[in-house]
């Protein structure tokens, strides 16, 4: 009889040891791979596409869109961080807004005309407004423009792209 215990209690405490040296070894995998889930903020290729598409729309409308107005300063961006991160949406729309003829972006705040001078002739940039957002089966991107010296708004578009459905 106290040989069995002393087996059975041998063999329970190699098994814990066993089972919890293997929880610390599969521990770091498992928290890694939840990790990038919630904090990789790269979409889904249907979905970047869809947000690549109403991003071009939307600066060819910006351009055709700014009067006589020279420069446009990025002043709010809204992005859904779980859609993507605001720096990638931001590289994406300043890429789109340089392949649009004569215009330049100085830095990811401030978008050019070639033509433009800087002097103080110029009339006080547009300010530029962003929100990009999903809703059900739709991706939506607004833009909104405002006269800086009056804060008057001057135009604005609202641009939607129905995303794939998943299986």
Known sequence: ????????????????????????????????????KYTNK??????ESVMR??????????????????????????????LVSSEKFLQLFTDSIRLQNGWKVLNNRTILAN???NNESEPLPLLLDI??????????????????????FYWSGIYAGMLPVKE
């Open 115 to 117: 033509n433009s001078e």
């Open 53 to 82: 598409e109403l991003i071009s729309e939307s600066s060819v409308a910006l351009v055709a869109n700014r009067g006589t107005y020279e420069r446009v300063i990025l002043r709010k961006i809204e992005i859904n961080e779980n």
């Open 131 to 152: 929100q990009l957002y999903m809703d059900g089966e739709k991706l939506w991107l607004a833009m909104q423009l405002v006269d800086a010296r009056s804060a008057m």
């Open 1 to 36: 009889m106290i040989l069995t215990k002393k087996h059975t209690i041998t063999a329970l405490l190699i098994s814990s040891i066993v089972f919890l040296s293997g929880c610390m070894v599969m521990m770091p995998g498992m928290i890694d791979s939840m990790l990038i």
């Open 42 to 47: 790269s979409m889904r290729p249907e979905t």
